[in-house]
């Protein structure tokens, strides 16, 4: 089942609604590479808390998109981690350095928020 | 009580007729050496008493046997079963039930804390005693009384290693206990304001405890809605490599649910055989003692904490946001 990028703002949302495969994955990646720039978007949230596991690909995945839109100018926070899927990701050695974490959508938000005014000041 | 109580745990001690037929290969145990300990029988009955106060005599000069020997009714019930064990080591029925004898006294020396070593001076006393009257009664023959203490010493030696094998057992169930005592020690997460909780841990911290505790933590970041956690292991007995990859762990989970932890509290001693170990922290945040790691909690949070007396309003401010 394919993920709705939802515009936001200067934010796409793209909150998953069920279980992904790995073709749904790698279309979400696709997706959002073309919005930021269609959009010009300067933060990505992609909400993950419906997910009760996170394999390796799929973790590969989600830092190749952030790394993705970093290089188009955009922000990634993953949210919505839940406490089994962390525990199980730390287990099996996943990590997603260098990309930001969020307890779910609303900390994301401000986050990303914080994250593009701060750039914007230092970018003044 | 009539009988000295059987561990609850006893097929562990390994006693199905299979091990015993083992515990008796092991010591090379002959349908002979049944033949030669039944010439002897009448001999050890009839001195049976005897043999049984030299056991507990020694047992009394030694102060760390005190536990048995000052207690009457621990006493009263090894007496009885060490005669019993007496009797029956010279009838030649070496089964289950001798076997289950045998685990009835260890459970009981276990209980009166009697070591082993102490243990084994005092019996090798009764089978020196038992020797010397065997040797006494094949006067005209010693080669064969030689022989007959041989063969009684094999289920001697049988005697010991489950005696051994009990007292091990017991010890290593009472290990068992406190270590559950040990993990039920509860470890609290503690809200100390909006989105600063605190962990203190205090003990061991096993694989088992370690997965307790992180459960545990996310848990509480999800229900606070955590953005910073600070991890006080000045109460952790030992931090070794193994304990610190907990503790990375713990960590890399917390931040995957958007929390930062900072760990305070590694001592001057853990710090240095940490690094001797080579263990890499580089991915922790930490501050020296539970006031520091708190203090740069709040300024992450964009807390400031001012005195009464200051101008500028008290705490509570929010200034920034880490």
Known sequence: MPVPILKQGQMLIASMQSNLNDQDLMQLKDEIAGKIGRFKSRGVVLDVSILDVLDSFATRTLRSIAETARLRGAETVIVGIQPDVAIAMVQLGLTLDGVMTALDLEEGIDLLVASIEGSRQGGS | ?322
Do not use: W
């Open chain 2, 1 to 322: 009580m009539t009988d000295g109580p059987l561990p609850s745990d006893l097929d562990r001690l390994q006693l199905s007729p299979h091990d015993i037929e083992r515990r008796k290969a092991f010591v090379d145990f002959q349908p002979d050496d049944a033949a030669r300990i039944a010439t002897i029988k009448d001999l050890v009955v009839r001195n049976v008493d005897r043999y049984s106060s030299t056991f507990f005599d020694h047992l009394a000069t030694t102060e760390e046997a005190f536990g048995l020997t000052r207690s009457r009714s621990l006493l009263e019930q090894a007496k009885r079963l060490k005669h019993e064990h007496l009797i029956a080591m010279v009838q030649g029925d070496y089964g289950r039930d001798y076997m289950e004898q045998r685990v009835r006294l260890g459970v009981l020396y276990s209980r009166a804390a009697l070591n082993a070593r102490v243990f084994l001076g005092a019996f090798h006393l009764l089978m020196r005693a038992i020797g010397a009257d065997i040797i006494k009664q094949y006067a005209n023959a010693p080669g064969n009384g030689f022989d007959c203490f041989m063969s009684l010493k094999k289920i001697g030696f049988v005697d010991i290693g489950l005696i051994v094998d009990v007292l091990i057992a017991e010890r290593e169930r009472t290990i068992n206990l406190q270590q559950d005592a040990i993990r039920e020690l509860s470890t609290p997460v503690l809200q100390l304001r909006d989105r600063l909780l605190i962990l203190p841990m205090i003990g061991v911290i096993d694989s088992r405890r370690a997965r307790q505790l992180t459960d545990g933590l996310l848990l509480s970041i999800r229900a606070n809605r955590a953005k910073i956690v600070v991890m006080d292991i000045t109460g952790v007995a030992a931090v070794d490599s193994k304990v610190a990859n907990h503790l990375i762990q713990t960590v890399a989970a917390a931040r995957l649910m958007g929390a930062s932890v900072i760990v305070t509290g590694i001592s001057a001693d853990v710090a240095q055989s940490l690094v001797a170990l080579g263990v890499d922290l580089t991915s922790i945040r930490t501050m020296n003692d539970l006031q520091g790691g708190l203090e740069e909690a709040e300024r992450l949070l964009g807390y400031k904490v001012v005195h009464a007396d200051g101008a500028t309003p008290a705490s509570g401010s929010r200034l920034t946001r880490g």
